[in-house]
């Protein structure tokens, strides 16, 4: 079956530190691979695009792999703040149809 | 540029009864998706319209519709409210030709349906 699984668990990390969500996916082949970060009570915000023939994309603070062949993205964030907590949540092309995943609760702590 | 805006905000429905939410889109921008964000079920894709045209959908029944007007605003029904049903339902625009997923998405805040 097709599944999209992101961190199964809170993340907290320590402000200054570099925080890295997983997006890991089967049965799926996205031509686009996007990230949403989302605030309580908010829609989410879009942070980054990368496609299939791109193997890393980067934002100021923020990185993104891509990797087709063991099915998954990873997110980064370097030099994390306090402001940086919220939910991030990955997406994935199918098919013209954006398909979300449960998403990670970051945590940074000062 | 104004935001993705929609209305209601709030909204509290009985089981049987019937919801029409609106979304209006950023100013150019064409292509309207929904989804519907529960708890449980994480963020799932309704429907996608772009000019007018429904261009994707999601695996919701048929009491799930929408539609779009020349101006880009859409809305979306839903017929015949179950408890499940209670969610909070997000729209997004993108300004795009590709269809919604090539492309960023600008959700609004979102409208929370609470089914009695």
């Known amino acids: 079956s097709q599944k999209i699984e992101q961190n199964s668990e809170a993340l907290n990390i320590q402000e200054g530190k570099t925080a890295t969500l997983t997006c890991n996916y089967t049965?799926?082949?996205?031509?686009?691979l996007q990230w949403y970060r989302q605030d309580p009570g908010r829609g989410p915000v879009f942070l980054l695009l990368?496609?299939?023939?791109?193997k890393e994309k980067r934002k100021e603070r923020l990185k993104v792999t891509f990797d087709t062949t063991l099915k998954q993205s990873l997110f980064h964030i370097t030099a994390s703040q306090p402001a940086d907590s919220a939910t991030y949540l990955c997406a994935l092309d199918q098919g013209g149809k954006l398909i979300f995943g449960q998403g990670t609760e970051l945590s940074v702590k000062p | 540029k104004a935001g993705v805006t929609q209305t209601p905000r709030y909204l509290i429905k009985t089981r049987g009864q019937q919801v029409t939410l609106s979304c209006s889109p950023i100013?150019?921008?064409?292509?309207v998706s929904w989804y519907q964000q529960t708890p449980g079920q994480g963020l799932q894709f309704l429907f996608e319209?772009?000019?007018?045209?429904?261009?994707n959908k999601g695996n919701f029944p048929g009491r799930f519709s929408g539609r779009q007007f020349s101006n880009s605003r859409s809305e979306m029904n839903v017929s015949t409210l179950e408890l499940g049903d209670s969610a909070l339902y997000l729209c997004?625009?993108?300004?795009?030709?590709?269809?919604?997923?090539?492309?960023?998405?600008?959700f609004g805040p979102g409208t929370r349906l609470t089914v009695l």
């Open positions: 990368i496609r299939e023939n791109e």
């Open positions: 049965n799926y082949s996205p031509a686009y």
């Open positions: 100013s150019g921008h064409r292509s």
């Open positions: 997004a625009s993108s300004g795009g030709l590709g269809k919604g997923s090539y492309n960023e998405q600008f």
């Open positions: 319209y772009f000019s007018e045209t429904q261009r």
